[in-house]
């Protein structure tokens, strides 16, 4: 069994920044993509962004050139650093793993952090 834990949310003041962090840990596992979702209330769940095991990153339109993802592979974590904070920014971020546990695929959620953007 795998967990994600995430840790660094909070409230911040708009043009604020914010670090979100994530480890994997369990027994067995390879990482192949791990990504940042995010639901506001009365929302759906959305990507924000994500990185697959060689490094490729994508995001969403809205958090584009103020958020970056980024991975440590030999740590198992991923991380996304959250710049120029808007309140529409706030919503419960999860974290989310694509792992390899032996030949299988597996989608694990983490349980999620609150970030508040708010005066």
């Known amino acids: 069994q795998v967990q994600l834990v995430e840790s660094g949310g909070g409230l911040v003041q708009p043009g604020g920044s914010l670090r979100l962090s994530c480890a994997a840990s369990?027994?067995?596992?390879?990482?192949?993509?791990m990504a940042w979702y995010r639901q506001a209330p009365g929302k759906q769940r959305e990507l924000v962004a994500g990185?697959?095991?060689?490094?490729?990153?994508n995001y969403a339109d809205s958090v584009k050139g103020r958020f970056t993802i980024s991975r440590d592979s030999a740590k198992n974590t991923v991380a996304l650093q959250m710049n120029s904070l808007k309140p529409e920014d706030t919503a419960v971020y999860y974290c989310?793993?694509?792992?390899?546990?032996?030949?299988?695929?597996?989608?694990?959620w983490g349980q999620g952090t609150q970030v508040t953007v708010s005066s």
């Open positions: 989310n793993a694509n792992l390899l546990e032996g030949s299988a695929l597996s989608n694990y």
């Open positions: 369990g027994n067995s596992f390879r990482v192949v993509a």
């Open positions: 990185i697959t095991i060689n490094g490729r990153a």
